[in-house]
């Protein structure tokens, strides 16, 4: 096998705690899966050197933050990072930093943020005119099913100042589960 023409790498389950790649190291690939390892997010900065990287699973890693820019992965269009330890009660990690980092990614559109402890999609550092979709620009599809949102106005920021989002997840959050039909009604009218 030719490593140079690899598109697509699973290395899961591995128990890697460090990530060290160089300028031009697997030229083709596109798609990484680092999921169940530990990856710590100071390593994160490395995928910049695989310059077509499109999808990246990195779920269940222990992250809790990340590094403050994620704009060196410009070619990413899928990003999977459930079941970490994102929280939005967190006394180290500022969660509005974590979405202003997330935001960085120009060609975003699928974001998977599930069984994390997030209480809202921290926009306070986010532009609040985002009509020329500086922050989340092109995000379609955010996943935030199996966190701790509680109320639907943690989430006005999604439909009123993602552009192209077509699909919201909230699947599992408390709101959700014993939420009002006026709740629905209200996050509803946003979303048309």
Do not use: W
């Amino acid at each position: 096998m030719n490593i140079h023409s690899l598109e697509d790498l699973d290395i899961q389950y591995n128990n890697l705690s460090h990530l060290k790649l160089t300028a031009g190291c697997f030229p083709q690939l596109h798609t990484l899966r680092l999921s169940y390892n530990k990856i710590p997010p100071s390593h994160l900065v490395e995928l910049g050197h695989l310059r077509r990287l499109q999808c990246l699973e990195i779920a269940s890693n222990d992250l809790c933050t990340l590094p403050s820019s994620l704009n060196h992965l410009n070619q990413l269009t899928e990003l999977n990072l459930s079941s970490n330890n994102f929280s939005s009660d967190s006394v180290l990690v500022n969660p509005n930093q974590l979405f202003e980092s997330l935001g960085t990614i120009p060609q975003l559109r699928k974001l998977n943020l599930s069984r994390n402890k997030l209480t809202a999609f921290h926009s306070d550092s986010l532009p609040r005119d985002n009509s020329d979709g500086s922050a989340f620009g092109l995000l379609e599809e955010l996943n935030l099913s199996f966190n701790c949102i509680e109320l639907e106005e943690s989430l006005f920021y999604c439909p009123a100042q993602l552009p192209n989002l077509k699909m919201l997840v909230i699947t599992g959050n408390p709101f959700s589960i014993t939420g009002t039909e006026s709740n629905y009604q209200v996050l509803g009218s946003l979303m048309r």
